[in-house]
């Protein structure tokens, strides 16, 4: 993991973070794990780039999922 780290709040609704809670126990993960992982597999999948500057246009938007 980075050296610096930043918290970031989502909301989700009930049924989908006991979901996610019984997914993390079963893989003996953290709800953090298993949530940095994902967000991480999704960024390579979209290919963001690392060193794009806040505000800059992308064309990613077409393929992020609501």
Same mark, same amino acid.
Request: glycine content about 2%; aromatic content about 0%; hydrophobic content about 35%.
């Given at each position: 993991?980075?050296?610096?780290?930043?918290? *970031?709040?989502?909301?989700?609704?009930?049924?989908?973070?006991?979901?996610?809670?019984? *997914? &993390?126990?079963?893989?003996?993960?953290?709800? &953090?794990?298993?949530?940095?992982?994902?967000?991480?597999?999704?960024?390579?999948?979209?290919?963001? #780039?690392?060193? *794009?500057?806040?505000?800059? #246009?992308?064309?990613? &938007?077409?393929?992020?999922?609501?």
């Amino acid at each position: 993991m980075n050296k610096k780290s930043t918290r *970031l709040t989502i909301l989700i609704d009930t049924p989908t973070k006991e979901k996610l809670e019984a *997914l &993390s126990e079963m893989a003996d993960l953290t709800v &953090s794990q298993i949530l940095r992982k994902l967000i991480k597999n999704h960024l390579n999948t979209l290919e963001v #780039p690392n060193n *794009l500057p806040p505000g800059e #246009p992308s064309n990613v &938007s077409s393929h992020i999922i609501n």
